[in-house]
T-cell receptor
Framework: GNSVTQMEGPVTLSEEAFLTINCTYT??????LFWYVQYPGEGLQLLLK?????DKGSNKGFEATYRKETTSFHLEKGSVQVSDSAVYFC?????????FGGGTRLMVKP | EAQVTQNPRYLITVTGKKLTVTCSQN?????MSWYRQDPGLGLRQIYY???????DKGDVPEGYKVSRKEKRNFPLILESPSPNQTSLYFC????????????FGPGTRLTVL
């Protein structure tokens, strides 16, 4: 079956540090890949997505590149802010269902 | 305002007492789904619906029922709740006929004693 593996958190960074959250997946076929973000007390929001190999999704300074050869979709941001503190979920869609990773909590300190 | 609403937001109940969590969206989306979120497990899909009167099981459907009589509503029914169904539940919807870009509700925190 399909699965998504994310690095365990929490990830604690100082403001303006570089962020990487690793995500790898297992899926049949050619899934679409997503990063969702969950701010405290809220539902999930789509952060970015990529639908085919070598696509780069980007939004709000975050980026992720769909790497088919390594089955990865790592999330990066060059300079994090305190307001980026949240839980980040990697997910894939290989049919009619989304499969999520376990989530990675990011804490950014001033 | 485009949104997905869920009610109630918080619920404490006892084992075996039937309950329904409502979900409604105002975006005319065809696809709707229910997830549960548990620490360390991420979100797991319970049921989804591709359109009115069409529902399918997700990864963890046991102990849950759903119905899709209208496009905008997708209630989640727990006929006989048990403590292992204590969780945070999210409803979501999307257009394009599948779970592409999903819009999530604010969540319902359920505690079963």
């Amino acid at each position: 079956g399909n699965s998504v593996t994310q690095m365990e958190g929490p990830v604690t960074l100082s403001e303006e540090a570089f962020l990487t959250i690793n995500c790898t997946y297992t899926a049949t076929g050619y899934p679409s890949l997503f990063w969702y973000v969950q701010y405290p007390g809220e539902g999930l929001q789509l952060l970015l997505k990529a639908t085919k190999a070598d696509d780069k999704g980007s939004n709000k300074g975050f980026e992720a590149t769909y790497r088919k050869e390594t089955t990865s979709f790592h999330l990066e941001k060059g300079s994090v802010q305190v307001s980026d503190s949240a839980v980040y979920f990697c997910a894939l869609n290989a049919g009619n269902m989304l499969t999520f990773g376990g989530g990675t909590r990011l804490m950014v300190k001033p | 305002e485009a949104q997905v609403t869920q009610n109630p937001r918080y619920l404490i109940t006892v084992t075996g007492k039937k309950l329904t969590v409502t979900c409604s969206q105002n975006m005319n989306h065809e696809y709707m789904s229910w997830y549960r979120q548990d620490p360390g497990l991420g979100l797991r899909q319970i049921y989804y619906s591709m359109n009115v009167e069409v529902t399918d099981k997700g990864d963890v459907p046991e102990g849950y029922k759903v119905s899709r009589k209208e496009k905008r509503n997708f209630p989640l029914i727990l006929e006989s709740p048990s403590p292992n169904q204590t969780s945070l539940y999210f409803c979501a919807s999307s257009d394009r006929g599948g779970p592409d870009t999903q819009y999530f509700g604010p969540g319902t925190r359920l505690t079963v004693l």
